[in-house]
């Protein structure tokens, strides 16, 4: 989920590709198709199409009964935790752009294809009072939240300090941190004991990115705000916990970088490919679950294909 710019939404229905019956042993390597889209960029545009269906996953009712909300729901890495989650048990809200609307689609007839209920909303998360507005409005057709996931993300690659705007970095910081800041506020009035805030993160926030230089300084703040968020609700027993992945194949990049660039993504990692997001969505499960993970909060989990340097 992208938070600025605007698309032209194919009406076209999207087609599965054979990347979503894989058995999980293989998944696609650099070099990819060359390939931009204008942000906020679609799933349903790219090639290969993301792995978000993880049929090696098998569900076990960890949420059974449960109500999440996913903010950038409609691709990428919000795509495959929502499917997941509405596999463990759980009904599904996604939070999505207007622009955004033929992916929330498709994720939406995943989740229901689990045989749980999903929701789509359309929702800036930049804008506190929509933020508080759309939480409500979810929990009483849910009839409760118990899981927040923040995802939505800007990101936009700028070679040098000099060229990177005040609006670009207003951009950032109120998508990436405020957005988290908003969703949470608005969330925690209906969350109680067991509950689970689940933050997104990246690498970039641990050891910086030359050329993300506003979104890096975001995704450290997330993980500051994850470990003082956990501290504040450990006594209301709600946990709170970041996934902070390397390069994930998502749309996120393929609306940042130039064609040439998005061919090469996540080569330069040990396993030489990007990471897909079927291979993050068990993080935010477990989570997610208290059966997983009941004593753990205040932890930021990186997924980083074979790189140890955050460790």
Sequence with gaps: MMMDGTASVSTEEPTATTGDTHDGSEQPKAPYPPQHQEKPGLEARMEPRPRYQAPSYRGSGKLEGQVAIVTGGDSGIGRAVAVLFAR??????????EAEQVDADETIRAIEAEGRRGIARVCDVRDAARCRTTVDEI????????????????????????????????????????????????????????????????????????????????KGAIHAFTKSLAQQLVEREIRVNCVAPGPIWTPLNVAD????????????????????????????VFFASNADSSYITGEVLTLLGGETRAG
């Design 88 to 97: 463990e048990g759980a009904d599904v809200a996604i939070i999505h752009l």
């Design 257 to 284: 970088k130039e064609a040439d660039e998005v061919a090469q993504h996540g080569a330069d990692t040990p396993m030489k490919r990007a990471g897909q997001p079927e291979e993050c969505a068990p993080a935010y």
């Design 139 to 218: 929990v009483a057709e849910l009839g409760g939240l118990h899981v927040l996931v923040n995802n939505a993300a800007y990101q936009q690659h700028v070679d040098d300090v000099s060229q990177l705007s005040e609006e670009q970095w207003d951009t950032t910081f109120r998508t990436n941190i405020h957005g988290y800041f908003h969703m949470v506020k608005a969330a925690l009035p209906h969350m109680g004991p067991g509950a689970a805030i689940i933050n997104t993160g990246s690498i970039t926030g641990l050891e910086g990115s030359r050329q993300l230089l506003d979104y890096s300084a975001t």
